[in-house]
């Protein structure tokens, strides 16, 4: 069984800066392919950025460039950091963990980007 905590949402200024990381509870973390979905009010849940077990990354077009996702693999921990926040990207953001076992979220992080 995967658990992924989520933290370091919170409020920010258009144009700041946040860094939120998952910490997922499981043996042989670095086998395990990580992503960042969100979802915002009303909406689908949508994928942010993707980061396979060898390091390959994709972002969604919205967010390439601004956004960095990335892997610890010896803290058993992913990252997104975020920069240049705008407005519509205030959502929950979900962790996601995936391997031949199964797939996992973890419980989601609020984000806001607000004057």
């Known amino acids: 069984q995967v658990q992924l905590v989520e933290s370091g949402g919170g409020l920010v200024q258009p144009g700041g800066s946040l860094r939120l990381s998952c910490a997922a509870s499981?043996?042989?973390?670095?086998?395990?392919?990580m992503g960042w979905y969100r979802q915002a009010p009303g909406n689908q849940r949508d994928l942010v950025a993707t980061?396979?077990?060898?390091?390959?990354?994709s972002y969604a077009d919205s967010v390439r460039g601004r956004f960095t996702i990335s892997r610890d693999n010896a803290q058993n921990t992913v990252y997104l950091q975020m920069n240049t926040l705008k407005p519509e990207d205030t959502a929950v953001y979900y962790c996601?963990?995936?391997?031949?076992?199964?797939?996992?979220w973890g419980q989601g992080t609020q984000v806001t980007v607000s004057s």
């Open positions: 996601y963990a995936w391997h031949t076992t199964g797939d996992y």
């Open positions: 499981v043996s042989r973390f670095e086998v395990y392919h």
């Open positions: 980061i396979t077990n060898g390091g390959r990354t």
